[in-house]
Each structure stands twice: as C-alpha cells, then as structure tokens.
C-alpha cells in the first residue's frame, strides 16, 4: 500500500495542466491590458508609449494565436513546458510595468500572480525560480522605467518611502504567498493520495470478505456432489474388485472429491454468507485483527475485561471489514516497534466497547503525538527503521486504521504508557498505547450495530 499511495504521491502536477486552460488564461490577461491601456489614454490622458505598449501586447496575443493552432487542444504540457510558459507571462508583465511607471504603477502588484501559479501547479524548483525572477524584474523596475506622464507633462510617482514599500510589499507577497499555496497544496494532494489509498485499503478487503464468503457458499453447494461422487467411487471400488487397475482409479477418484471437499472448506473458513457469522465475540474479532502477526516473533496477548455496569460475557460485535483492517494495521505497528511483547485489552461497560493496543517499545515521540494519524509522517523515532526492513515510515498505515475506524463511529488516542497508568491504575507498559472506543450502540451487533451515518432500519 506504500507504494500504491507513494507513486500516487509523486506524480507531477504540473503535467497535469492543459495547454488551453493556460491559452484561456492569458487571453483574460490579454484583455485585461488592453482594457487598462484604453482606459490611462482615454480617461486619464495619461501620455505613454502606445506603440510600444501594443507591440508588447501584441507579442503575447502571436504567442497565444500559435498555441491555440499550432497545438493540440487536448495537450498537456511537461513540468518545464508549464514553467516556460508562466516565465514568458511574467517577462511580458514586466515589459508592460517598464513602459508603464515601474513601481510607481499600481498594477504592479500583478507580479505576484504568476509565482502563485506555479506554486500550485509547478514543482518547488520551478517556483523558485520564477519567484527569484519576479523579485530581480521588481528590483530593476525601482530604478529604470519610463516615467508616467500627464497630458500637461507633469510625471506621476510616488514618495520614495512608499516607492520602497510598494518594493518591499511585494517582495513579501512573493514570498509568503508562494510558500502559503505550496503548503497548502502539498497537504491536499498528500490528504488525496492518502484517502485513496483508504478507500483501496478498504475494497481489497471488502473484495477479500465477499470472497470468502463465496468460497463458503461454494462449499455448501458443492457438498452434496462431492458427497455422490465419493459415494459411487466407493460402490465401483467395491464392483471392481477383480480388476485392480480399474479399482485403483475408481479409488483415486474418491480420494479426490475428498480433498476437494477440504479445499473448499480451508479456503471458507468462517467466512460463509450467513448473517450469524457476520456478527462475532469481540475476543475472536481482535483474535482475527491479530492472525497475521502473531507468528513475527513477538509474544500478543489477549486480556478482556468487564466494568461493573456491564454483562460479564464479552458483546457480540459486527464483523466488518473496515474495522478488521483498521484494528489490523494498529496491531501491526504496535508488534513492528514492540521488544518482545504487545497486549490487546478489550474492556466493555454498559455504553462503550474499548480495545487498548499497548506494546513495550520506545513509544511515540513526544512532539509528534498531536500529528500522529496524519499521511505521509513518521510514527516513531528514525532509529527504529532498522529494526524494520522494508519500513518507509509514511505513517500511512495509522492514517488508514485513523480513517476507517472513525468511519465506524470509534475515537482514537494515542499516547505513551507509564509503569502505572489506564482505569483502576492497570499497568500498560511503558510503551505506546492506542485506545479505539466506540459507542456501544453502534457497534454492538445485539444493539443494532449500524454503519457511521446509517439510520435504524423500519419495521413499521
């Protein structure tokens, strides 16, 4: 799953940007121009380098026109294609700020928009670079421009202090604003890579209970047939008692139906399509979670116990597949860090269902307790990696046992253990301990045990 949710993960977003979508946008920008060009003229008699100022406009509108009919409206430019292409916008930008004031034009601040571009779309190289730009092309435009002026001749600009700040202003909103959005996107596209990769989780293991439960019903079906078959092999064994060859095949054919028969019933399991089944002690389901990783070398042990306000016999609880999985991926990172030992201690009262996962490793560092369930982050100290070969550390895993549990109406906590700490002063460890709790209506099978967001079915 790490490597599903990894190359999710890596995959650039700026080849995902189509040609024409940038066109679209530059046409706006085009038009934008033309329209502040015709308004400093028209209504403000302001007297600029009109011929300069179209050629400059004109440059981008050649550029777009060779974009639109020379490529493709389907194409989808590369990661420097997209960097390029927003590089010639701030160029062009630039041009127009020289032969428009520098600085001292308002629209200036419009610099900033192309770095914002490439910080959502562009890798952190790219938005560097053109971050780096616009400050150089910013800096320049403070010193050498052509100088706004009036029908009278009078030239506009602005103090030196707030021709400074103008500077300064943009130069932070350069930098804050391209590091802003390339934080906040790097968190989405790590919370999208990371939410389909739960939902995979989730089918792989849903897929695995809808097989099993095929497999059941297989084997329920098959019973009787197999049953004939090793019957009427064993009736032509017993006719054919004078030919040997002939017996021995009559008696391989039995043997076979026979070993059909405990195929399907290994693959079943008790995964048969029966609605009994599908509810199950809470001790057989954490004994479940727990199967896969109770021959890695580390000693689990199972403890139950009952509050004073609640039935002494563990709940009947739903077999679900997102819990299984999600209590599953808990236990696995308590036995990959344990030294020798985890306990899963399932307690119940009259409202809610608890399962504590303790282990008695290093336990969770400190300043990471807060994040812990978050994607793509270490879950325990960088040392521990050894211990584990093929460990990443993404801390992918929590986030899908985070997410599919709270789906099923459950509160996590994370937290370290102490020599004495949890209800009634029980001893933990001094390890990490997670805590998975939940309402006991909604997930006890007896009290109805409904889906996060399911309603009471009507009987009326």
Not at 5 to 14: A, E, N, T
Not at 21 to 39: D, E, M, N, P, Y
Not at 47 to 71: I, P, R, T, W
Not at 291 to 305: A, C, L, V, W, Y
Request: aromatic residues 6%.
């Amino acid at each position: 799953m790490s490597d599903i949710s990894g190359g999710l993960f890596r995959q650039g977003g700026g080849n995902w940007i189509r040609l024409r979508t940038l066109v679209l946008l530059r046409w706006w920008a085009i038009f934008g121009q033309i329209s502040a060009l015709v308004a400093a003229e028209r209504l403000y008699n302001l007297n600029l380098e009109v011929g300069l100022c179209y050629l400059v406009v004109g440059v981008a509108v050649v550029s777009n026109l060779v974009a639109a009919f020379v490529f493709p409206e389907n194409k989808r430019l590369s990661e420097s294609e997209n960097m390029l292409f927003v590089l010639f916008d701030m160029l062009q930008l630039g041009a127009m700020l020289y032969l428009t004031g520098g600085l001292h034009n308002p629209f200036s601040i419009l610099i900033v928009g192309p770095v914002i571009v490439s910080a959502s779309a562009l890798s952190t190289r790219s938005t560097v670079l053109l971050g780096l730009t616009a400050i150089l092309i910013v800096s320049v435009l403070t010193e050498f421009y052509l100088p706004l002026r009036t029908e009278q001749g009078f030239i506009l600009r602005t103090p030196g202090v707030f021709l400074f700040g103008n500077w300064a202003a943009i130069v932070i909103a350069v930098v804050f604003l391209g590091v802003y959005s390339r934080w906040i996107l790097s968190e989405m596209h790590a919370m999208s890579d990371a939410l389909q990769a739960t939902q995979m989780a989730l089918a792989r293991e849903q897929k695995l209970t809808d097989l099993g439960g095929v497999v059941a019903a297989a084997a329920h079906e098959l019973g009787t047939p197999l049953a004939t078959i090793k019957l009427t092999s064993a009736e032509l064994a017993e006719e054919l008692s004078d030919t040997p060859e002939l017996r021995e095949d009559a008696t391989l054919i039995g043997e076979q139906a026979d070993r059909c028969r405990d195929i399907l019933r290994a693959m079943g399991g008790q995964l048969k399509d029966d609605p009994q089944l599908r509810s199950v002690p809470l001790p057989a389901l954490l004994e479940e979670a727990a199967q896969p990783h109770i021959e890695r070398g580390k000693d689990i042990h199972f403890e139950t116990t009952a509050e004073t306000d609640a039935p002494s016999s563990p709940p009947t609880v739903k077999r679900r597949p997102e819990i299984i999985h999600g209590l599953r991926n808990l236990i696995q990172n308590a036995v990959d860090f344990a030294r020798g030992n985890v306990r899963i201690q399932s307690t119940w009262t009259a409202d809610h269902i608890s399962v504590r996962i303790v282990d008695d490793g290093p336990g969770f560092p400190a300043h990471i307790l807060g994040r812990i369930g978050d994607p793509f982050m270490r879950s325990r100290p960088s040392g521990d990696d050894a211990r584990r070969p093929g460990y990443e550390g993404m801390g992918l895993g929590l986030f899908i046992a985070k997410t599919l549990l709270e789906r099923s109406g459950a509160d996590l906590s994370f937290a370290n253990g102490s020599r004495r700490s949890g209800e009634q002063g029980r001893k933990t460890g001094r390890g990490a301990v997670v805590e998975v709790r939940w309402p006991r209506d909604r997930f006890d099978a007896a009290m109805g045990g409904r889906r996060a967001g399911e309603t009471a079915p009507n009987h009326g």
